[in-house]
Nanobody, 119 residues
């Protein structure tokens, strides 16, 4: 089983930057995706970005963050990062780390970290 802990959230001005980190404990086996979702008050949780590791590697972004956010993963440290630049007020949400293990179709979730973008 996998346990995920997020960090790096906070308050930032529009146009500013934050870097989120998610450290995973346990073994992430086989083809898998580490990524980020977010949930704003009164809204459903939505996909932000993901990085797949397996026979092929693939990075995917939601259109709302494309060109502004960068996802990366350090497999030696079992950690995934989300560099967020040019932040907008609509980016305000709780950001959740996610691991999707394809074998068995298992999902693991962190507790979330708050990101607030305001003047």
């Amino acid at each position: 089983q996998v346990q995920l802990v997020e960090s790096g959230g906070g308050l930032v001005q529009p146009g500013g930057s934050l870097r989120l980190s998610c450290a995973a404990s346990g073994t992430i086996a086989g083809i898998n995706t580490m990524g980020w979702y977010r949930q704003a008050p009164g809204k459903q949780r939505e996909f932000v970005a993901s990085a797949q590791k397996g026979a092929t590697d693939r990075i995917t972004y939601d259109d709302s963050v494309l060109g502004r956010f960068t996802i990366s993963r350090d497999n030696a440290k079992n950690t995934v990062y989300l560099q967020m630049n040019s932040l907008k007020p609509e980016d305000t949400a709780v950001y959740y780390c996610n691991v999707h293990q394809w074998y068995g179709d298992y999902h693991y979730w962190g507790q979330g970290t708050q990101v607030t973008v305001s003047s």
